[in-house]
């Protein structure tokens, strides 16, 4: 009997130890990791699809992680003062917020991110990301322009190593254009055509109208969206097309006055009037870039590094070869609108000085070796040194050039420009469903809007030092 | 003291072989709870967490957008549960009783759905009804007939996931009806077919009354994976179009994930949790009488 009660015992006294050793185990593996072995450290590298190949897309096996693997590779060969090993992880963009949220929660955020500065802005107001002010050297200071490093600081540091930047216009199909006998209005292989607001109504109308159906079945003039924040800066310009500046002096949204309220009507006529494509309140720009791929759009949204992507999925036979050409978001006043993204790495704030120092050491590398910073030929080179090396190749580069003086900044610097991204793209299906007026929208957008923008104030790590 | 003591060591064992059950219980269920809770009371940034008492649960009723989940979240819970409920009881009362493989044919018919993941589910939905490029509103078009955006009518989406929710699981109920209804005793129906009663009586009068159990079991599961009805508004709607198909558990993924507000996130975990309680303790007391 007490054999039989003995054994019980220290039976239920092993289950419940192989538990605990079980727990015990698991937090040492956590302490571990991050290291790879006793000297090698490894680092994280996350970045969302930006251009394919290392060069160029058209390398074999071009892939969104090739420069960032070879860059790696580089790194580790190169790097004298520790052995480092470099993860890279492309990560959808989409999902992006998600991914870092989640991380940064736990703990456990990655340690280099290469995205546009804009989409991660909140993450320096949030205190995520450490200054990158000791790693940028006087030659890069002068060799990349003034505005690309505004772009970049917030407060008085800088926080990303601007990389190249990516301007955003619309692009066309000019087959369809021609298709449509809209030859007066199609551009130069290489311009960024520019058309008035009553031109681009009619371009509109006439593909409604002309595009033969035998040929384009299931095509649309336009391209718009509001299902998500993708690609909701093309949104944005679109409500500055009457005028409207969107953010005060100091950093109020401003949207709701007549040009704003001018804009969404414009916006809604187009829709109504079939210029765009069916249900844009629950299509993504992902769906919209995809059909313009698939000529069932005349117009769409693109950027420099969207617009090399497009091209060499047709030299590579992925995608219907047409004539893609380049045009701008019109205005009303005749000038066209037109943005740029800069993109560029920057670090997270880890905790860990020796993992940070690392990992600033990666993005001074790929920031600065001058044979890497080449591949920021993909989009537009922030370096005039780069610029200069490659503008014959690509006649695309002046044409950028002649647009700056256009330029407007989408995100007006302002705190949780994030959470702001959330509350247009509601408004905007309201407003296609006709549950809104665009007087209703556009308010309820600047009240919205601005309470974030009030409370992200209040919470920034900058405007809080 | 002696007796306790006794008593102690009697029980010893036994305390010591549901340890490990109380240990998971404890880490993965109860501090979670607590933390959620504390988490609700607080404003989290990365850097710190500042203590904002029931701050978070103001401004959660004054949001318009977290009033609309709940009611969306309400209006799925009661209409994917009464469809569920009432179309299982159709079904598996109709085949029950006949032939194995056609009832085994039925039953597999219905669990496929089930076993498919409400990802590819929602994908699959994604792509027949997308107003862009989806299948449906394409050839719409090509027959020249009025194309209708299911996805972004206000009117048509809560139908439209109402549907694909109880189509994607509808197979489970079935399943458990069949199983309970033949557990019916058979002499039961025998003497009801003699007394000359029709089969709607049987069902109505002899059947429903009988599987009664299962009926509280699939109402009460169905309730809780409602509330936290998720994959489909993600993939399908966005819980748009203006937030028309937002549910509770879709604004506490956007609270949490998207805009990092984790304090008001875990105010909308613990009012679900909350509620969900609620709606399990007709079950639990149906628990403990059988007892």
Known sequence: MFKKRYFTLSLAIVLVLSILAGCTGKEESESSKGTTSKDEMAIKVWLTPQWKGVLDSSEDGADYDSFFKHAAERFSEEYKDQKVKVEVEVIASDQRDELLNVSLNGGTPPDVFFESVFAMGDYAHRGALVPLNDIVDDESKKDIAQSHWNNVTFGDDIYFYPFSQNPGTLAYNADMFKAAGLEKYIGGESDIKTWTLAEYEEILKALKDNLPKDKYSNAFPMGLYALNNQGDTWNLAYLRMFGNQ???????????????????DWLKKIYDNGYTNPGVESVSSNDVNAMFQNQQLAVSFTNAILF???????????????DIRLANIPSE?????????????????TKDEARIKVSKDFVKFISTDAELVKSSKNGVPVRTSVTEEFSSENPYFAAYSANDQYMFNFTGNVPGYGQLRQVLYPELQALYTGAKTSKEVVESYQTKGNEVIETSKADSVIYNK | MKFIKKSYKENLTGYLFIAPQIL?????????????????????????EVFVGLENYKRLFSDPVFVQSTINTVIFVVFIVALTV??????????????????????????????????????I??????????????????????????????????????FVTFATNVGQAIILYIASMIGVPKETLEAAEVDGASKLKIVFKII???????????????????????????????????????TLMYYLYNNAFKYNQLGIASAVGVIMFLLTLALSIPQLRAMFKNN
Do not use: C, H
């Open chain 1, 333 to 349: 006043s005749g000038d066209p609108l037109t943005f740029t993204y800069v993109t560029g790495a920057t670090v997270f704030n």
């Open chain 2, 24 to 48: 998971f219980f404890l880490i993965f269920l109860v501090y979670p709870i607590m933390e959620g809770v504390r988490l609700s009371l607080f404003k989290i940034n990365y850097q710190d």
């Open chain 2, 86 to 123: 009432g179309f299982a009881l159709f079904v598996s009362a109709t085949i029950f009783d006949k032939n194995a493989k056609y009832v085994s044919f039925i039953r597999g018919a219905y669990y496929i759905p089930v076993m498919v993941s409400m990802v590819v589910m929602s994908m």
């Open chain 1, 308 to 322: 090399n992507n497009a091209k060499a999925d047709m030299e590579s036979g992925k995608a219907p070869k047409f």
């Open chain 2, 208 to 246: 429903i009354p009988m599987v009664k159990p299962t009926t509280i079991y699939i109402i009460i599961m169905n309730i809780i994976a409602v509330l936290k009805i998720f994959v489909v508004i993600q993939l399908l709607t966005g819980g748009g179009p203006n937030n028309a198909s937002t």
């Open chain 1, 246 to 264: 969107f953010f005060d002096g100091e950093g109020n949204i401003i949207v709701n006055d007549e040009n704003g309220v001018k804009a969404a």
């Open chain 2, 125 to 162: 939905w994604s792509f027949l009804l997308n107003p862009a490029n989806g299948l449906i509103p394409f050839m719409a078009r090509e027959l020249e007939i009025a194309s209708v955006n299911f996805l972004g009518d206000t009117r048509l989406v809560l139908p439209v996931i109402i």
